[in-house]
C-alpha cells in the first residue's frame, strides 16, 4: 500500500504547477472513495496499469 499525504501533493504540485489541478482531483476523489483493492481504482481509472508487476 502507498499512502499519500495532500502535503507531499502539494510539494510536487509546486514543482510541476500544471499537474495541480489534475493531482487535486484525484486527491478529492480518492478521498471520497470507497476502494478496498485495486480493480476499485481501475473502474473509475481505466488506463491505470498494475504497478506492482513492474
Known sequence: ???I???AIDQYSGLYPDVK???D???IKSEQS???CFIGTHSEYDKIKDCSKI
Open 21 to 23: 489541478l489534475a493531482l
Open 34 to 36: 470507497e476502494w478496498n
Open 25 to 27: 482531483e484525484w486527491y
Open 1 to 3: 500500500m502507498r499512502i
Open 5 to 7: 499525504t495532500y502535503k
